[in-house]
């Protein structure tokens, strides 16, 4: 009997929440899954892949990337890649935040498009959300979907990509949520900006974070400074 081919997608993984359960929703909607990771040279870089690696080995993917894309730290400009530039921790920043890493995703997103291609998947899946996105411009629903656009544009033309970003419109506990229902490994995802060990608390991603845990009810598993 002939084998069935199973439908690809390329998932975009950081290690964090929104992307890990972006990637099992993939998987439970019949996907085989080939995960992709960026070491940037950013602040928790290490923290990020072994949370990569657990949480790949835990979801069985398919196939995995991981990719060293040095040249960020050159660019410098954003917190996560400059240690000359401090993490904001007091919570108020007006506009696109320091933390903003330039034109990241589009990036990711293009090198995502050329394993999609050459692997002949039929999706990218990317975990951006636009309510906690912290003023990141690189994490609206028209950016990806413009995205999308110059992807097939520029591919082949029997080369079809849809990008998925199925958390956009959640809310962080919303996302705590789902991710408990999908029985999701929350345990092995990060979302610091600072330290490697135990959470700040105080960034605005472990700010969005565990404010999406207290208001889903739910005590996030992680360690956090005290």
Not at 184 to 205: H, I, M, Q
Request: aromatic content about 8%; proline content about 3%.
């Amino acid at each position: 009997m002939k084998a069935i081919n199973r439908k690809k997608a390329v998932c975009i993984m950081s290690g964090g929440m929104d992307s890990t359960l972006a990637a099992y929703m993939m998987k439970q909607e019949g996907y085989a899954i080939i995960a992709v990771h960026f070491n940037y040279d950013q602040r928790t870089q290490k923290k990020e892949l072994e949370c990569f690696k657990a949480i790949t080995q835990a979801l069985d993917v398919t196939q995995e990337y991981i990719l060293d894309l040095d040249f960020f730290k050159q660019l410098g400009a954003s917190a996560l890649t400059d240690t000359n530039i401090e993490v904001p921790t007091d919570g108020i920043e007006e506009g696109v935040p320091v933390t903003y890493v330039p034109f990241r995703n589009g990036i990711f997103l293009s090198m995502a498009a050329a394993i999609a291609e050459k692997e002949g998947a039929q999706c990218i899946t990317i975990g951006v959300v636009e309510e906690d996105s912290s003023g990141y411009p690189d994490c609206t629903e028209a950016y990806i979907a413009a995205m999308q656009r110059a992807i097939n544009l520029g591919t082949k033309d029997e080369t079809k990509i849809e990008i998925k970003m199925p958390l956009v419109h959640l809310k962080k506990s919303q996302i705590v949520a789902e991710a408990l229902k999908r029985n999701v490994p929350l345990d092995r995802t990060w979302s610091c900006y600072k330290n490697e060990e135990e959470a700040c608390g105080v960034c605005d991603s472990c700010r969005l974070r565990l404010n999406g845990f207290k208001v889903a009810g739910i005590e996030d598993p992680i360690d956090y400074v005290e």
